[in-house]
C-alpha cells in the first residue's frame, strides 16, 4: 500500500510493520483438517437400550391412545343407534295408544241415557207443563 501522507514516505520502518501486518492477513491459521477430528463414537449399549425402550414405550403409548380412541368411535355409533331405536318404540307404543283410544270412544260413544215411551195418556192443559209418560232404564254406564 502507498500512503499519500508524505511523511509516512520518509519512515521505513512504518513500511515494514505495514508489510507484516498484510502478511499477517493473507496467512492463514493453522487448523486441524477435518479428517483429522475424530468421529463420535457410537452409543454404548444402555443408550441403545434407553432408545429402545423408549420407542417401545412410545408404540405401546399409541397403541393404547388407538384402542381409547376406537372404543369411542364405537360409543359414539351405539349411542344414536340405542336412541334411534328407543324414539322408535316410543313412537309405536304412542300410536298403539292412540288407536285404544279411539277404539275405547267409539265403544263409548253410545247414550248413557236411555228412555223408553210407556202406555199411557197425554196431557195437555193450557198453562201447563206437557207430560208424556217415559220409563228411563239401566245403561249399566254409570
Known amino acids: 500500500m502507498i500512503s499519500e501522507n508524505p511523511s509516512d514516505k520518509n519512515e521505513p520502518g512504518i513500511d515494514a510493520s505495514r508489510e507484516s501486518i498484510q502478511q499477517s492477513r493473507d496467512s492463514k491459521p493453522d487448523i486441524a483438517s477435518a479428517s483429522n477430528v475424530p468421529d ?12 429402545t425402550h423408549r420407542k417401545e414405550r412410545r408404540e405401546k403409548v399409541r397403541f393404547a391412545a388407538e384402542l381409547i380412541v376406537g372404543f369411542f368411535v364405537v360409543l359414539y355409533t351405539m349411542v344414536p343407534a340405542a336412541l334411534w331405536l328407543t324414539a322408535r318404540n316410543a313412537n309405536r307404543i304412542a300410536n298403539q295408544s292412540v288407536t285404544n283410544a279411539d277404539m275405547n270412544f267409539r265403544r263409548d260413544e253410545r247414550a248413557w241415557l236411555a228412555f223408553k215411551f210407556v202406555e199411557g195418556k197425554l196431557t195437555f192443559t193450557l198453562n201447563k207443563s206437557f207430560l208424556v209418560p217415559t220409563e228411563r232404564p239401566s245403561t249399566a254406564l254409570t
Open 40 to 51: 463420535t463414537p457410537p452409543a454404548s449399549f444402555d443408550e441403545q437400550k434407553a432408545k
